[in-house]
């Protein structure tokens, strides 16, 4: 049986502030248009946007999110005269979240951002004409877990305004992102940490070049590296699967990078699966033991499983949630392979793992552990269902058991 079976689920609770009361402004139930919900939404407030084509320019205060309630179904575009794009965020410091949406950008952005606290995530943005860019950037950013399609010639992933931060994680990228033709604001940074980037990398500057920016690219598989004669000045390549024509960069700070086929489950498929087999070096291969590339699990071959789960498992151990308090749970790994470290890997609905539980051995081929309900950071997470999966040879039949 392959052991990247999900034999159980944790469910931990969530629940709002006291005194909290968030608003749900449903479209095109409540309200025609997404520009509509926004302007009545005040901070706290959820847009809940049903699956559907929305042909607008939305305005998201401080403190609003914009959910695509139907996932990959519910899309915004703009015409291609409007120069911002689909979602202009509004100034403020309270956090926007915008998820599960189709952004698709015209010949200029498809977005500008003017809030520091602005996450983009899930989603799916293309944009990109001759001489574009993705998004006009007056402050910080973080883009997690998107799908992101940049087709522009000559042009660049954003246009930066004012120095800022940017954060990219676990996003699947295509295009030509990373070639800056625009000047950069001296201080601002690029983190782009777990991402699965089927492009070119390279860089070229305004004359004069600006160079007063850090770029680190962490944990990413990378199609292709290209090095210029100028660089930024801080620019870092840590852990990355740099697997396409070139080899690995002679460009900047470079440790732990590789070059391998990164054994992706699909890619070039119709359903473009980014995911890692089984067998992919890219697994474990990362800073601090992560995983390299976008986290978005596993794939592994469920032939035989149904019947095997039938026959072997009690009923108990099926794929059920299991309901604990935010205080945690005690995890038993039994028949687990001797010639691989014990772990535990913890995954959300996404299949982003959270965090990784070093078990320790009891009596004979049994291994415990603790797990609080934190991340690897010790961070608390939300409220919400949680997978376990075990590592070992797939060869090997391994249970996760909770211990009550």
């Not at 968030?22 to 901070?43: F, H, K, R």
């Not at 680190?216 to 620019?235: A, K």
């Not at 890692?276 to 035989?304: K, Q, T, Y």
């Not at 790994?333 to 539980?357: I, M, Y």
Request: charged share 20%; with cysteine; aromatic share 10%.
């Amino acid at each position: 049986m392959k052991q990247g079976l999900l034999l159980c689920a944790i469910m931990l609770y969530g629940t709002l502030p006291m005194g909290v009361q968030a608003d749900m402004l449903w479209v095109p139930d409540n309200y025609s248009t997404i520009s509509l919900a926004c302007e009545e939404a005040v901070a706290g407030d959820t847009v809940a946007v049903l699956a559907g084509n929305y042909e607008e320019s939305a305005h998201v205060k401080p403190g609003v999110s914009v959910i695509g309630m139907v996932p990959d179904s519910t899309a915004i575009r703009v015409e291609s005269s409007d120069p911002y794009g689909p979602f202009i965020l509004l100034p403020g410091t309270e956090p926007v979240l915008i998820k599960n949406m189709k952004i698709v950008g015209g010949p200029n952005s498809a977005f500008a951002n003017n809030n520091p606290n602005t996450t983009i995530e899930r989603c799916l943005i293309t944009a990109g004409e001759f001489y574009s860019y993705l998004g006009l950037l007056w402050e910080s950013i973080t883009f997690s877990s998107c799908f992101i399609g940049f087709s522009a010639g000559f042009g660049n992933l954003f246009y930066l305004l004012n120095p800022v931060t940017v954060y990219m994680q676990d996003c699947v990228i295509m295009g030509d992102p990373f070639s800056n033709w625009w000047a950069i604001p001296a201080g601002s940074q690029f983190e782009i940490e777990n991402n699965t980037i089927h492009a070119r990398i390279g860089f070229e500057f305004d004359s004069p070049p600006t160079t007063e920016f850090t770029l680190r690219f962490t944990n990413n598989i990378i199609e292709e590296v290209f090095c210029s004669d100028t660089q930024p000045d801080v620019l870092e390549w840590r852990y990355n699967d740099i697997f396409g024509f070139g080899g690995l960069p002679d460009c900047g700070d470079r440790i732990g990078n590789f070059s391998a086929d990164p054994l992706l489950c699909d890619p070039d498929g119709p359903e473009a699966d980014n995911r890692l087999e089984p067998e992919s070096p890219c697994l474990a291969a990362g800073e601090n033991g992560e995983d390299v590339g976008a986290r978005l699990g596993i794939c592994w071959d469920p032939a035989g499983v149904e019947d095997e789960l039938a026959s072997v498992l009690p009923p108990r151990l099926w794929a059920y949630p299991n309901v604990i308090g935010r205080a945690g749970c005690t995890l038993e790994l039994t028949r687990q392979s001797v010639t691989l470290p014990p772990a535990v890997g913890v995954f959300d609905v996404l299949g982003r793992r959270c965090a990784t539980l070093r078990l320790s051995p009891r009596a004979g081929a049994t291994f415990t552990a603790r797990w609080p309900g934190t991340d690897d950071q010790g961070r608390k997470l939300p409220g919400g269902v949680y997978w376990l999966r075990p590592t070992g040879r797939t060869d090997v039949s391994t249970r996760v058991l909770i211990v009550k």
